[in-house]
Every structure is written in C-alpha cells, then in structure tokens.
C-alpha cells in the first residue's frame, strides 16, 4: 500500500489500529528501492 501512495495513517485505518506508533511496528526498510536512490560511495567500493 505505501508503495501505491497510501499514507501510514491511510494503512493503519485499513488494519484496525489506533495509534500510528502501532502501524510504523510493521514497517520495514524497502533495500531495494534505496539502492535505487543511493549514490555510488566516491572512490568505488573498498
């Protein structure tokens, strides 16, 4: 869902919870989708 643009809040509403502080338990990071915006390190990899 937050891929499609849906907000933590818009989730948490799907999925019954109250608090927001709830919903961000589930998150996780998406390494895929960060290797797409991270720059390449200066000097190559050592």
Do not use: C, F
Not at 31 to 44: C, E, K, M
């Amino acid at each position: 869902m937050l891929r499609n643009g849906a907000s933590l809040s818009e989730i948490g509403d799907v999925l019954g919870h109250r608090h927001l502080q709830t919903t961000k338990i589930y998150t996780k990071v998406d390494i895929v989708a960060l290797r797409t915006l991270a720059l390449p390190w200066p000097g190559g990899v050592q």
